[in-house]
């Protein structure tokens, strides 16, 4: 099992989560996520910077394992990310991942093109996986499906074929993509669900593959200032996908967001100051098959939350 930073674009500016990569490579993690967003889910975030640029240097600055949730087909092209995907392997051999998501109106409609339905954006995702990968091998690639590809080469190819990551929020979706995706990603949720979650993608198909989670924390010096910083942060987040796929602006969000409660919040992130609470729940993952664990820190209160882990979480998977 490998213990992960998550780098949330929406959150924090390019500059300072390159510094707090930093930190979380002393601090004992082993990888990082970084999350690839045109707007933040807030107006109180604030952030988006283009995680393409920002792989490069933090790949540079640590020697950690990076992934990235992308959702290719509307706001990317795939060969675009093909492409990028080989570039960061070729310098960085075997530190990089992906997983690919049919994504939200929130980030993918500044195109002007017709946000699809589900249906169709699915149907989209697996073309456009199959495209990455073809060209991966370094053939000449043409596709005439709704993505459309006209004799693209990679000429810079990776040096092994990276590992493609289905990312599912419902079970539907995680047996859609088990047969086809290298891995699942999902999100942290009550531990009956997950199993749930598990299941679906490990008897359609997704047996002996790699899963990997992101787990909502919110860490504090209490668990009152923990709840407050994830309900000034994070409250946009607790709803539906089939929700929240289909809005497209922060202050949409904001909106759906006026009325959660913190204790509507604590269903959906693990809020506290207890090293115990966390390492309880990282416990339970592990025993679920997650291999890879990205720990996001929902609140503001990063470099404590590093600190906290580096010196109360880390060493207990060391014993």
Do not use: C
Not at 176 to 191: F, M, N, Q, V, Y
Not at 268 to 283: A, C, E, M, N
Not at 289 to 306: A, C
């Amino acid at each position: 099992m490998k213990l992960g930073y998550h780098a949330s674009h929406e959150q924090f500016s390019p500059s300072a989560l390159l510094k707090l990569v930093q930190k979380a490579e002393e601090a004992g993690f082993e990888a990082v996520l970084s999350s690839d967003h045109f707007h933040p889910w807030s107006n109180r975030q604030g952030e988006s910077g283009f995680a393409w640029s920002w792989l490069g240097a933090a790949m540079q600055a640590t020697n950690l394992e990076f992934g990235i949730v992308n959702a290719p087909g509307q706001r990317y092209h795939p060969a675009i990310i093909a492409q990028a995907v080989a570039t960061l392997d070729e310098m960085f051999p075997r530190r990089f991942w992906i997983a690919t998501g049919s994504g939200q109106a929130l980030n993918e409609n500044i195109t002007g093109d017709k946000w699809p339905s589900k249906e169709i954006r699915n149907q989209r995702l697996k073309e456009s996986v199959e495209v990455m990968q073809e060209l991966w091998k370094g053939d000449y690639v043409s596709h005439h499906g709704i993505v459309k590809v006209e004799k693209a080469k990679l000429f810079t190819t990776p040096t092994h074929t990276p590992t493609v990551f289905g990312a599912a929020l419902t079970l539907k979706t995680a047996k859609w993509l088990a047969s086809w995706a290298d891995g699942l990603i999902t999100i942290s949720k009550p531990i009956e669900e997950l199993k749930e979650m598990v299941e679906a993608f490990r008897s359609n198909g997704g047996e002996n593959k790699p899963m990997a989670l992101k787990v909502q924390v919110s860490y504090s010096s209490t668990k009152e200032k923990a709840l407050q910083g994830a309900k000034d942060q994070w409250k946009n987040n607790i709803f539906p996908s089939k929700l929240t796929s289909e809005l497209i602006t922060p202050e949409q969000f904001d909106d759906m967001g006026e009325k959660v409660r913190k204790e509507d919040i604590e269903k959906y992130v693990i809020t506290g100051s207890d090293p115990q609470l966390f390492l309880d729940k990282i416990y339970a993952f592990k025993e679920l098959g997650f291999e890879k664990i990205i720990l996001h820190n929902v609140n503001e209160e990063q470099e404590k939350f590093i600190e906290f882990f580096g010196n109360k979480l880390r060493p207990e998977f060391q014993k």
